[in-house]
C-alpha cells in the first residue's frame, strides 16, 4: 500500500506540466481508491469523498455540427431535423435524430468492433459491464513527443493496481476535437502499446482525447489486442479543462442492441 502511494506520488513528480496540477490529491488515499473496484461501498475512505463530493466534471463532447467525425472533412453536421414543431402549429415539438455512425463523438467502442466472435455472441454497448466503465479512474498525461509506445508508457511507471486509465494527449494540446477536418497525425497507442496494456497491467478501460484509441498506423491491430482481451475504450473524451489525478468515473453507454459502439456520457467527480 505504501508502495503504491509512493509511486503515484513519483508518478506526479516525473509527469509533464506540473502547473495543472492545482487540484490537491490526497496521495495517502490513492492506494485504497485504485485497489477498491467499482463497487463504492467496499472502497472505504474514498467513498465518502465522492458522496460527499459536489464537483463534477463533464469530460463529454456536445454532439455539434462541426464536431470531426472519422476520414471526414466536414464535420458531424445536423444531427436532429424537426418532424413535429411548434412554430409551425403543431402541438409540440419533436426531432428525429441521425448519427454518422455509432462512433461519434465521445464514444465507446464494444469488443466486437473489431472481433466478430464478440460481435455474435455480445457484449454488445447494452451488455457492456458497467462495473467497468464506473468506478476509480487515473488521468494522466501523457509524453507529448511520441504515440503510446510500450516505451512511452512504461516511462509513466502506472501503479500497478490501476484499472481504469485516461490518457491525455497531445491531441489535446493540438485541439483537434474542435477541428472540423479529420486528422489521421493524432496520437493513438500503437500496436507494441496495447501489447504492454494487456500484458504489464490490470487495465481494463482506457479513454483517450481523439477519435481512436489506436494510432492510424496501427488502427486496425491495436484495437484487435486490445478488444480480443474486452478492453473498454473510450475515444473523443473532452480533456481540455481536467487537472491530472485520481478521480471517480461514471461512463454510460447508451443501451443499444447489436451495436458495436455508441455515443457515451462521461463525467469524473473528485
Ligand atoms: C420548437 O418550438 C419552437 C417554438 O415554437 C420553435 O421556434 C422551434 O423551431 C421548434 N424546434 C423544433 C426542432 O421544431
Ligand atoms: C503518431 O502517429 C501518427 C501516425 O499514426 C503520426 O502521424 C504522428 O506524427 C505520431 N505522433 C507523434 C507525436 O509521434
Redesign the pocket.
Known amino acids: 500500500m505504501i508502495g503504491c502511494a509512493l509511486q503515484m506520488l513519483i508518478l506526479a513528480l516525473l509527469l509533464p506540466h506540473p502547473a495543472r496540477m492545482t487540484r490537491a490529491l490526497d496521495w495517502s488515499q490513492s492506494s485504497d481508491v485504485l485497489l477498491c473496484h467499482a463497487d463504492l461501498q467496499q472502497c472505504g475512505a474514498s467513498a465518502a469523498v465522492a458522496k460527499n463530493s459536489r464537483n463534477i466534471l463533464d469530460i463529454t463532447h456536445t454532439l455539434r455540427e462541426d464536431l470531426p467525425i472519422w476520414l471526414g472533412e466536414d464535420g458531424l453536421g445536423r444531427i436532429t431535423a424537426p418532424v413535429l414543431s411548434m412554430s409551425r402549429g403543431d402541438v409540440a415539438n419533436l426531432s428525429e435524430l441521425k448519427l454518422d455512425s455509432v462512433h461519434t463523438g465521445t464514444h465507446v467502442d464494444a469488443p466486437g468492433h473489431f472481433v466478430q466472435e464478440f460481435y455474435e455472441e455480445g457484449p454488445d454497448v447494452a451488455r457492456l459491464d458497467l462495473n467497468i466503465l464506473v468506478g476509480p479512474v487515473l488521468l494522466v498525461d501523457a509524453p507529448?513527443?511520441?504515440?503510446l509506445t510500450a516505451q512511452a508508457l512504461a516511462s509513466l511507471h502506472i501503479p500497478p493496481g490501476v484499472e481504469r486509465i485516461i490518457f491525455r494527449t497531445?491531441n489535446t494540446d493540438r485541439r483537434l476535437m474542435w477541428k472540423t477536418a479529420f486528422d489521421?497525425?493524432?496520437?493513438?497507442l500503437?500496436t507494441d502499446g496495447a501489447e504492454w496494456i494487456v500484458t504489464q497491467t490490470k487495465i481494463r478501460f482506457i479513454g483517450i482525447d481523439y477519435l481512436s484509441i489506436a494510432?492510424?498506423?496501427?488502427?486496425v491491430p491495436a484495437h484487435q489486442v486490445l478488444l480480443k482481451k474486452k478492453l473498454i475504450l473510450v475515444e473523443g473524451l473532452n480533456l481540455d479543462d481536467v487537472d491530472m489525478g485520481l478521480y471517480i468515473m461514471h461512463c454510460l453507454p447508451l443501451k443499444l442492441m447489436q451495436a458495436e459502439g455508441c455515443p457515451i456520457r462521461c463525467i469524473l467527480t473528485t
Do not use: E, H, K, M
Not at 144 to 147: K, L, V
Not at 184 to 188: E, R
Not at 215 to 219: F, Q, T, V
Open positions: 507529448r513527443d511520441t504515440n497531445l489521421s497525425s493524432y496520437v493513438g500503437t494510432a492510424y498506423i496501427d488502427l
